[in-house]
């Protein structure tokens, strides 16, 4: 039974740029939710989504989006990258409360 | 929203001994769950436990919902514990879907 799988694993982006993030949830989970993780912090909640909408949403702006698909994997798009998006993000499955959390992607922006 | 403290935040043990981490939250909650960050990232599920008390190998945990905290216990440490430990809650009230984390207490155990 694979878990939660993220990609890609790294990623280097130049300040500006647009990124997407994928996420693919452990088998039988219908809800994805991301985070993200700067230096030396706990993750941060950006938004939730299930049946293929946004169910909730942190203290994120707008240049941070997503997706879900029929499948339940989901994107994380980030437009108009700042140097203090960098940061790794971090992909969450559940039904119901537990989550379980994919390997992460680091993102770097130069 | 919901504050979840984490103490210590650094701690230092010796191969073999003994430890207890605190998470303190702010409001009632209908999930708590613990996890082990290892050196690459990955947040490894150690305990899901809004309440009570559960028991795995050398670990366990109590929550006390009542008293709003939640307490991760690591018997006979050994050096692959090292590593960043949070407790993550979920409010019970309302639409709110997301796990608030705590600062996490940054674990080192020397052999």
């Known amino acids: 039974d694979a878990g939660v799988t993220q990609s890609p694993t790294h990623l280097i982006k130049t300040r500006g740029q647009q990124v997407t993030l994928r996420c693919s949830p452990k088998?039988?989970?219908?809800?994805v939710s991301w985070y993200q993780q700067a230096l030396g912090q706990g993750p941060q909640f950006i938004f939730q989504y299930y049946e293929e909408e946004e169910r909730q949403r942190g203290n994120f702006p707008d240049r941070f989006s997503g997706h879900q698909f029929p499948n339940y994997s989901s994107e994380l798009n980030v437009n108009a990258l700042l140097l203090g998006d960098s940061a790794l993000y971090l992909c969450?499955?559940?039904?119901?409360?537990?989550?379980?959390f994919g390997p992460g992607t680091r993102l770097t922006v130069t | 929203g919901i504050q979840v403290e984490q103490s210590p935040p650094d701690l230092i043990l010796q191969e073999g001994a003994n430890s207890t981490l605190r998470c303190n939250f702010s409001d009632s909650v209908n999930n708590l769950q613990w996890f082990h960050q290892n050196p690459w990232g990955q947040l490894i599920n150690l305990f899901y436990?809004?309440?009570g008390t559960k028991q795995n190998g050398r670990l366990s945990a109590t929550t006390v919902a009542t008293e709003r905290y939640s307490l991760l216990y690591i018997s006979s440490s050994q050096t692959t514990d090292s590593g960043v430990y949070f407790c993550?809650?979920?409010?019970?009230?309302?639409?709110?879907?997301?796990?608030?984390f705590g600062s996490g207490t940054q674990l080192t155990v020397l052999p």
């Open positions: 436990i809004p309440s």
């Open positions: 993550a809650a979920q409010i019970s009230s309302g639409s709110a879907r997301q796990l608030t």
């Open positions: 088998s039988g989970h219908d809800t």
């Open positions: 969450a499955s559940s039904h119901g409360s537990e989550q379980y």
